[in-house]
């Protein structure tokens, strides 16, 4: 479980091993515990703050300011990858379901097999759901497909 805690004249981190310059950059921020990765906004803070806070006469070099603003860009590439795939995901899964579409179904609901006509789709929270004899079911329930006699 991750802890919280501020940094400041009020807060609990003892900041008198920094400069005072890092003691004043990090007034107020707010840390958090047992955190495994940062944000882009974690990273938006350190870049500025490290910008803010560099010698005027060994100003950060070239080469290292664009590694960071590379990273930067691969982070929202990749966040926006993210997004891309998951609504592709979830449109693959709502038109694999309609695939079941007034066929008999025979499903796995808590080990009680339920069987009937499948007379409709739909997106619950994102997940694709059939509707069977009047009630919502996830398709990976689903253990038996057959064509319905005429």
């Known amino acids: 479980m991750a802890t919280t805690s501020t940094v400041g004249t009020t807060g609990s981190t003892d900041l008198s091993a920094y400069s005072p310059a890092v003691q004043q950059a990090l007034q107020g921020v707010t840390i958090k515990g ?15 703050v490290q910008l803010q806070n560099q010698d005027p006469l060994k100003p950060m070099e070239d080469a290292q300011f664009m590694g960071q603003m ?33 066929k008999n179904v025979t499903l796995n609901d808590a080990g009680t097999d339920v069987t009937g006509t499948v007379s409709g789709v739909m997106l619950v929270k994102g997940v694709p759901q059939i509707m069977v004899n009047d009630k919502a079911y996830t398709t990976d329930k689903v253990v038996a497909v057959t064509l319905p006699t005429p």
């Open 34 to 48: 047992n955190k495994s990765s940062l944000t882009q906004d974690d990273f938006l803070k350190l870049l500025t």
């Open 70 to 102: 590379a990273q930067f860009a691969s982070l929202e590439q990749t966040k926006e990858l993210n997004a891309t795939v998951s609504t592709l995901s979830t449109s693959i899964g709502f038109t694999s379901a309609q695939q079941f579409l007034g």
